[in-house]
């Protein structure tokens, strides 16, 4: 406390403090941070410009566990997610708990963003019932729907946004994922056709997710793909494959690409390529030739078009480190943040894809 006078003596005497909006704007204040590391970040803040002191504005929304923190001022919105210990008052020490999640300079705008995790929410509950899993029968109606290719997934936010292929989803009347051991339903959010990227989104709060590396592939690099090549007709366990980056455009002079020697099979698409750190330099995409006989021919998308379309949908996301991790690190990263998905369709959409030249779903045996 003393240390909080002489701080705010000096602003005073120095004319040095500074705003909230220009602690935001030099990156002190970032997307992630605790309501701790805001308090800090503020500290060098004028008085009617530090939402953790006298006059503060605090409105916490127990059904979306939201809470909004602003000062005297009202000149910034702090919105935490996640918030499962309100803060108490404008009092500093009792903070609570929570991740930022957005920043707004209206409190109109902060009511828009509300009430859009709202009506999301609402959707959520009407698709909340999940039918039973149906195992496929030679009866089966052409109109009845039922799980029928797989692709991979992962998280890259806390709050259970997922990237994926566009090829896993699209024409999908349900899309389901597994997480231990446990079938939910999954909403698409955003999809790209032309980079072949899709952003799906779940009620589930995973503990680990992805972080996107800063920078593309470099040639030679080292990669992890993780997925689930051929489904689970393997076995219902994650797999991994090692390589490098063997070239820095993709099939056809595609430079939103790389090549891999990293294995890659159906059932891969979607799932994360990762370095030495965990961080996702790409996205497996496809292969081409096996048929063929050629191998170790495979693609993936590069992490900047990827942070290219999650920023152009208002999603906030992690920038990778440099810090490698160990394999048992990097193990519980993979498992933890790397989904199995399934598409569902009826049988009359399973004929129609199937007899496409373009089908690139990976289909169950049973219908092949």
């Known amino acids: 406390m003393k240390n909080l006078f002489i701080l705010i003596l000096l602003c005073i005497v120095l004319n040095a403090c500074t705003t909230a909006r ?3 704007s030099k990156g002190k204040v970032r997307i992630g941070m605790t309501k701790a590391d805001l308090r800090s970040a503020l500290g060098a803040t004028t008085l009617s410009e530090d939402a953790f002191l006298g006059g503060c504005y605090r409105n916490y929304n127990n059904n979306l566990k939201l809470e909004v923190l602003s000062s005297s001022s009202r000149s910034v919105y702090f919105v935490f997610e996640n918030v499962y210990q309100p803060s108490i008052g404008c009092d500093r020490f009792k903070v609570g708990d929570g991740r ?7 409190l109109q705008d902060v009511n828009q963003y509300i009430e859009s995790k709202n ?11 999940t039918p039973k899993k149906i195992e496929p029968k030679n009866e089966i109606g052409d109109n009845e729907a039922v799980p029928a290719a797989s692709g991979s997934g992962f998280y890259i936010t806390s709050s259970g946004y997922i990237v994926t292929n566009n090829h896993v989803i699209e024409g999908c009347r349900k899309v389901s994922l597994t997480h231990n051991g446990k079938e939910f339903e999954a909403n698409v959010i955003a999809t790209d056709a032309k980079n072949d990227l899709a952003i799906l989104k779940s009620d589930i709060r995973p503990m680990r997710f992805y972080k996107i590396s800063q920078d593309d592939p470099k040639l030679l690099e080292d990669v992890i793909i993780a997925g689930y090549p051929l489904g689970k007709k393997v076995s219902s366990a ?11 455009a993709g099939y056809g002079d595609n430079y939103s690409n790389f090549q891999t020697d990293a294995a890659l099979n159906q059932g891969n698409s979607g799932g994360p390529i990762i370095d030495g750190s965990g961080n996702v330099v790409g996205v497996a995409v496809a292969n081409y030739g096996k048929q063929a006989g050629v191998e170790s021919f495979n693609f993936g998308i590069k992490s900047s078009t990827l942070k290219t379309f999650v920023s152009s ?13 160990n394999n048992k690190q990097l193990g519980n990263l993979i498992n ?4 199995y998905l399934e598409c569902w369709l009826t ?9 496409s030249e373009e089908n690139r779903k990976a289909f169950y045996s049973e219908f092949q």
């Open 22 to 24: 220009e602690e935001v």
């Open 100 to 106: 930022l999640a957005q920043i707004k300079y209206t």
């Open 119 to 129: 009506q999301i929410k609402k959707k959520k509950i009407v698709k909340k019932t």
């Open 238 to 248: 994650i797999k991994t494959s090692k390589g490098s980056v063997t070239s820095l």
């Open 313 to 325: 949908n208002d999603i906030n996301f992690l920038t990778g480190s440099k810090s490698s991790l």
């Open 336 to 339: 933890n943040a790397t989904i």
């Open 347 to 355: 049988v009359a959409d399973i004929k129609k894809i199937i007899a």
